[in-house]
């Protein structure tokens, strides 16, 4: 069982506290050790004092003497945003040395020499790049496996968030297939610890040893789910495609939350994706070519963001696209072509637009190209990340309103929507108030109010409601209802005057059309009020009568009601 001190808490500060306490940190600690390693966070960092981590290291050292060596060690695997400080161990004067960047080699070959003697770990030290081949399987065997899933489950509950984009419940592993990108875009800091005038690479894991990776996971340690956190899984066509086919295999779901380059997103790709993932990813970073390829340096042809939303709503997989605004250079009128650009790609295929804030992090060329942009007082990036503008080019107040009026009009056109059909401008009463009583009264032709349901339905609209004008007498009512029925529309509704439904045959025939309701509309108590509003003296008995004889033809499923 996880340990009761475990789990997410908010802090005074506004930052969440996840995981156990330092108290039981420190209780669950060896009483003795010859050296102790503690894993820091790369991304987002402050080189400033953590009181937590301070805390936690404070407490070893008081454990464990002067004599014990502690070092801290990035850990790094893969990852865009990681922020750089070799000054770290200025902060920290109870730890001994620190490991930047990959620990795999670095980190055993400085405790090996100081347990064979030699002196121990002091200062700073880069991390030596391993070979991916000579990597073991991580070993998930030493921890509790159990306790790891209900914890992150407990998390999930505790955050009350009604869905996610790239779940972490359940049986859920991690793992990394490669590391390292390629690609140079300004907001980037990924492969850190490459030499200055040296090309950025990645480096992956061979066939053999991928697969190796994955079956471990899924038949030794039950995963169901893999979170596969490479920086650019699908640079690599033959590897992504070897991924793709084990994980199959394996009968397993993933995720992949750092997303994929859409220029070589294939068909196949999404086809095998398919019911294993919950959310696709790919960034344009704008929807103004001129801002990709000058300002951000992506080399991405926008006509492949484009395909991308049209393929995976063809193959039924959830896209997200991301976007950055306030970029420097970047005007106002392009900022407005990129959220156009967003909602296009929404409006048309249901490509979930993420729109962010640049964000100058350290070592990346956005923070080279934005010096009157200052940190944060507190050095640490992460409570701002994507979220607060730093007004490049664009005021940091316009872009917050640019995005505000954005939200609001994806957040319109959200949920279940109601279509309002007007299918015909005919009516039989003559109502004194009817807004559309002044048009000529034609009926909609049927071929065209047949595009119009297919292309709203294409749009997510569930909810069908057929006006008018007096929406029964139009010839093919009844043919509309059928054919909104197959498309998928679950509840249709006609609103009408009633007076058709006073006929038995057409009531049976309407109310068995696949409708799911009816609304009649009724505009006085009693006769002479109802006359003296819709303009026709034996109305009121009609939609009465249309009223009951609806009712002796009863449908599962159907409803009606008048106002």
Request: hydrophobic share 40%; net charge neutral.
């Amino acid at each position: 069982m996880r340990h009761a001190a475990s789990g997410l808490q908010w802090r005074s500060d506004g930052r969440a506290h996840l995981g156990a306490t330092v108290a039981a940190t420190l209780a669950a600690c060896p009483s003795s050790a010859a050296a102790i390693v503690v894993a820091v966070t790369p991304f987002h960092r402050p080189p400033a004092r953590d009181d937590l981590l301070g805390d936690l290291l404070a407490g070893l050292r008081a454990c464990h003497g002067a004599a014990v060596p502690i070092v801290l060690a990035d850990c790094y695997q893969s990852g865009q945003h990681y922020v750089a400080a070799p000054q770290l161990l200025a902060s920290y004067p109870e730890a001994d040395a620190y490991v930047q960047f990959e620990a795999e080699v670095t980190v055993p070959a400085l405790l090996q020499a100081y347990l064979a003697g030699g002196p121990a770990p002091r200062g700073l030290h880069r991390g030596e790049q391993p070979v991916l081949e000579d990597l073991p399987v991580p070993a998930w065997s030493k921890v509790n496996l159990e306790a790891y899933h209900e914890f992150r489950a407990a998390v999930v509950r505790g955050l009350g968030r009604g869905g996610w984009a790239f779940p972490i419940d359940g049986r859920t592993l991690p793992a990394v297939t490669s590391r390292g990108c390629p690609f140079q875009c300004a907001h980037c800091s990924s492969n850190p610890d490459v030499a200055a005038g040296r090309p950025k690479t990645q480096r992956r894991h061979s066939r053999t040893s991928l697969s190796g990776l994955l079956t471990a996971l899924a038949r030794e340690h039950g995963a169901e789910r893999v979170f596969v956190l490479d920086e650019l899984i699908n640079v690599h066509p033959a590897h992504f495609d070897h991924v793709l086919g084990d994980i199959q295999a394996l009968g397993l779901r993933f995720e992949l939350p750092n997303g994929l380059r859409a220029d070589y997103l294939e068909p196949r790709h999404l086809q095998a994706m398919r019911g294993r993932i919950t959310t696709l990813s790919v960034s344009a970073e704008s929807g103004v070519q001129r801002v990709v390829d000058e300002v951000v340096g992506k080399r991405l042809d926008l006509a492949a963001i484009v395909r991308a939303a049209e393929s995976a709503a063809t193959a039924g997989v959830s896209l997200m696209i991301h976007y950055i605004i306030g970029q420097p250079g970047e005007s106002a009128a392009e900022v407005n072509q990129t959220l156009s650009f967003a909602l296009d790609l929404w409006d048309r295929f249901k490509a979930w637009p993420a729109v962010q804030f640049a964000t100058p992090l350290p070592g990346t060329r956005l923070a080279r190209s934005l010096p009157l942009a200052p940190p944060p007082e507190d050095g640490d990036w992460g409570p701002r990340f994507q979220r607060a503008p730093t007004g490049a080019t664009v005021p940091a107040e316009l872009l917050e309103k640019f995005r505000w009026t954005f939200e609001q009009r994806v957040r319109a056109s959200q949920g279940p929507r109601k279509l309002v059909m007007n299918a015909t401008y005919a009516c039989n009463n003559h109502c004194s108030f009817c807004a559309v009583g002044t048009r000529t009264q034609l009926h909609g032709d049927g071929e065209r109010l047949r595009e119009q349901l297919v292309h709203y339905r294409k749009q997510g609209v569930e909810l069908l409601d057929i006006d008018g004008g007096e929406p029964t007498l139009h010839p093919d009512l009844l043919g509309l209802i059928r054919h909104a029925r197959a498309l998928g529309y679950r509840a249709i509704n006609v609103t009408t005057n009633g007076r058709l439904c006073a006929y038995e045959a057409f009531a049976a025939r309407l109310v068995n059309s696949g409708l799911s309701s009816l609304l009649f509309s009724v505009h006085g108590a009693d006769a002479r009020t109802h006359a003296q509003n819709v303009g026709v003296a034996e109305a009121f008995e009609q939609t009465l009568a249309g009223c009951a004889t609806r009712s002796a033809w009863p449908r599962a499923g159907s409803s009606s009601a008048s106002t």
